[in-house]
């Protein structure tokens, strides 16, 4: 078997991302170090010829777990993983997918250490907010295991890239949406979730653009939920009773057709007539068919498809042609669905 390319890594000093710059001959590498590695290269007879490769990986057997909560996101991020699965079935690549409760750090955390003690070839993952979780995706990443993680994304050195929707912008798209709705002024309240760095993101940033650029809006209430239906009706019940004057709801995380159902609930309840706009995330078809009733004015889809076909074949052509990512980080654009084209 020839030298691979985290051999020539190591005689070198260096990463194996450092190495495929020289490879593909691409900048960021010193010329020093460059003449360096080329020369490792030459003496070694380093076969990067990705055929090649791959041929020489069809008889290894590899093991890649996927670990997502049990969220509505993941569903679609599977449904793009095993797009890609079809696309390697000729190589021995054998995948598991592990679901933990959308709160569950510790068993996520369980589930991670797990994998480092089997030693698997590499793993993706939508991590749930906890510094255990954290540290369990280290102890993968200190055993040398490709980690490639999707849709929230914390600070971990050392991960082979994150792959996900561009939350920065999300947040300050929602609330340009929200101000083409409303008429220079809002009443907010906010749905939010402490489960994922994801939903702290969007909030962040919509409420730092609703404070710099529209002053006409004031946000009223925040409610962290579960991300459970039944905890999801109780928090927007709640929101609304302690505070009727809300004409506007911005939700950053799942269980929106429970949010809006409470939304309703309360209108028939009170016989308030204000009915709220509403600005939340994805494109599920109970979110479509929400967008066409109305009880959702608009929605930013992340493209969730796309986050796990994205992650998934990254990881494969790292282990099969040790094809290392361009970029630590892969953001995807958000796509603005309203009623008429949904």
Same mark, same amino acid.
């Given at each position: 078997?020839?030298?691979?390319?985290?051999?020539?890594?190591?005689?070198?000093?260096?990463?194996?991302?450092?190495?495929?710059?020289?490879?593909?001959?691409?900048?960021?590498?010193?010329?020093?170090?460059?003449?360096?590695?080329?020369?490792?290269?030459?003496?070694?007879?380093?076969?990067?010829?990705?055929?090649?490769?791959?041929?020489?990986?069809?008889?290894?057997?590899?093991?890649?777990?996927?670990?997502?909560?049990?969220?509505?996101?993941?569903?679609?991020?599977?449904? &793009?993983?095993?797009?890609?699965?079809?696309?390697?079935?000729?190589?021995?690549?054998?995948?598991?997918?592990?679901?933990?409760?959308?709160?569950?750090?510790?068993?996520?955390?369980?589930?991670?250490?797990?994998?480092?003690?089997?030693?698997?070839?590499?793993? +993706?993952?939508?991590?749930?907010?906890?510094?255990?979780?954290?540290?369990?995706?280290?102890?993968?990443?200190?055993?040398?295991?490709?980690?490639?993680?999707?849709?929230?994304?914390?600070?971990?050195? &050392?991960?082979?890239?994150?792959?996900?929707?561009?939350?920065?912008? #999300?947040?300050?798209?929602?609330?340009?949406?929200?101000?083409?709705?409303?008429?220079? #002024?809002?009443?907010?309240?906010?749905?939010?979730?402490?489960?994922?760095?994801?939903?702290?993101?969007?909030?962040?940033?919509?409420?730092?653009?609703?404070?710099?650029?529209?002053?006409?809006?004031?946000?009223?209430?925040?409610?962290?939920?579960?991300?459970?239906?039944?905890?999801?009706?109780?928090?927007?019940?709640?929101?609304?009773?302690?505070?009727?004057?809300?004409?506007?709801?911005?939700?950053?995380?799942?269980? +929106?057709?429970?949010?809006?159902?409470?939304?309703?609930?309360?209108?028939?309840? =009170?016989?308030?007539?204000?009915?709220?706009?509403?600005?939340?995330?994805?494109?599920?078809?109970?979110?479509?068919?929400?967008?066409?009733?109305?009880?959702?004015?608009? =929605?930013?889809? &992340?493209?969730?498809?796309?986050?796990?076909?994205?992650?998934?074949?990254?990881?494969?052509?790292?282990?099969?042609?040790?094809?290392?990512?361009?970029?630590?980080?892969?953001?995807?654009?958000?796509?603005?669905?309203?009623?008429?084209?949904?």
């Amino acid at each position: 078997m020839g030298i691979t390319l985290k051999q020539i890594a190591e005689m070198a000093g260096t990463t194996k991302s450092t190495v495929d710059k020289v490879i593909h001959d691409r900048p960021g590498v010193s010329e020093k170090k460059r003449k360096e590695i080329k020369k490792l290269l030459k003496e070694y007879g380093y076969e990067a010829n990705p055929l090649a490769k791959a041929l020489n990986y069809q008889n290894r057997k590899m093991k890649v777990e996927v670990v997502l909560p049990q969220v509505q996101a993941a569903i679609r991020i599977r449904q &793009g993983i095993n797009i890609v699965i079809q696309d390697f079935q000729s190589f021995n690549i054998q995948v598991e997918y592990h679901e933990v409760g959308s709160s569950d750090a510790e068993a996520q955390a369980a589930c991670i250490r797990r994998m480092a003690e089997e030693r698997v070839s590499g793993a +993706v993952i939508l991590p749930i907010r906890s510094q255990e979780v954290t540290d369990a995706i280290r102890s993968l990443i200190d055993l040398d295991i490709p980690v490639v993680l999707v849709n929230s994304e914390p600070s971990v050195e &050392g991960i082979l890239c994150y792959v996900g929707q561009n939350t920065v912008q #999300s947040g300050s798209v929602a609330a340009r949406m929200l101000s083409l709705f409303m008429n220079g #002024s809002s009443r907010i309240g906010i749905i939010s979730c402490h489960n994922m760095i994801t939903h702290e993101q969007r909030e962040q940033s919509f409420i730092s653009n609703v404070n710099d650029f529209f002053p006409g809006f004031s946000i009223r209430d925040i409610r962290y939920i579960l991300e459970t239906p039944e905890n999801a009706r109780e928090q927007t019940l709640e929101m609304l009773r302690s505070h009727p004057e809300i004409d506007s709801v911005f939700i950053t995380c799942g269980c +929106v057709p429970e949010i809006c159902a409470a939304l309703r609930e309360y209108r028939e309840e =009170t016989g308030s007539e204000i009915r709220p706009v509403v600005i939340c995330y994805e494109k599920y078809e109970e979110i479509r068919a929400l967008l066409k009733t109305g009880d959702i004015s608009c =929605t930013l889809s &992340g493209g969730l498809f796309m986050q796990g076909r994205l992650s998934m074949r990254i990881l494969f052509e790292y282990l099969v042609y040790e094809k290392v990512p361009e970029h630590k980080a892969y953001y995807l654009n958000n796509k603005i669905m309203i009623r008429e084209n949904s």
